[in-house]
């Protein structure tokens, strides 16, 4: 089974190619504000080190948010229509579960204005999801939670994480998409009644 694994929601673009659950080639790279100029470069690098073409995929996972709403639309775009054209099996994730693969906590997404987007995760699986304040995210790492993803926001260092791995640790929450042509992100952003 050949599947392209694809985020582009966030401040990555990760591209994956795993034959069998197995690496072939990936690309996990910092490119925020970039995603739109880099996905084909790290996409057509990591098919040629596969030796694929798109006529050899027999399914894409990507992830569906929530992350920035234009880099939300990259990889969905191109799964969608890649999907409509060859026949080729679609499934979306949450963005949080590549952060976190099958640990526990909270992975919070920087949503700016000192607040986060943050997702609760219990091995490979989204349990809750809502908008936190930095302060109330400080606040669980005190009563000892695990924090996880952009925890530069709490003055931690970002931990190094194999992101296109993540998307085949947590293949349990992969969700088949039946109409392609219905697929949309997943926005937060004007959800204020999530802030808690």
């Known amino acids: 089974m050949k599947t392209l694994v694809l985020d582009t929601c966030h401040k990555y673009i990760v591209v994956g190619c795993f034959e ?8 996990n790279e910092w490119a925020w504000k970039q995603q739109s100029e880099r996905f084909f470069e790290a996409l057509n690098t990591c098919m040629d080190q596969a030796g694929w ?9 990507l992830t569906e948010g929530p992350g920035s709403y234009t880099g939300e639309r990259i990889a969905m775009t191109f799964a969608k229509v890649l999907c409509t054209q060859k026949p080729i ?20 997404l920087d949503a700016r204005s000192n607040r986060v987007y943050c997702g609760t995760c219990e091995n490979g699986r989204l349990v809750s999801e ?15 939670i695990n924090i996880m993803g952009d925890t530069y926001l ?3 260092e970002n931990k190094e994480i194999d992101l296109a791995a993540n998307f ?10 039946a109409n392609v042509h219905t697929l949309t992100p997943h926005y937060l952003k004007n ?3 999530l802030v808690k």
Request: some cysteine; proline content about 1%.
């Open 154 to 156: 709490i003055g931690e």
């Open 130 to 144: 809502t908008i936190k304040t930095l302060d109330q995210i400080k606040e669980d790492k005190d009563k000892g």
């Open 168 to 177: 085949i640790a947590v293949k349990c929450s992969w969700k088949k998409v």
């Open 53 to 61: 073409e798109c006529d050899d995929l027999d399914q894409i996972v």
């Open 191 to 193: 959800k204020e009644e």
């Open 20 to 27: 069998d659950d197995q690496c072939l080639s990936s690309w």
């Open 89 to 108: 099996d679609l499934y979306t994730i949450p963005t949080y579960l590549i952060f976190a693969g099958q640990n526990s906590g909270e992975v919070i």
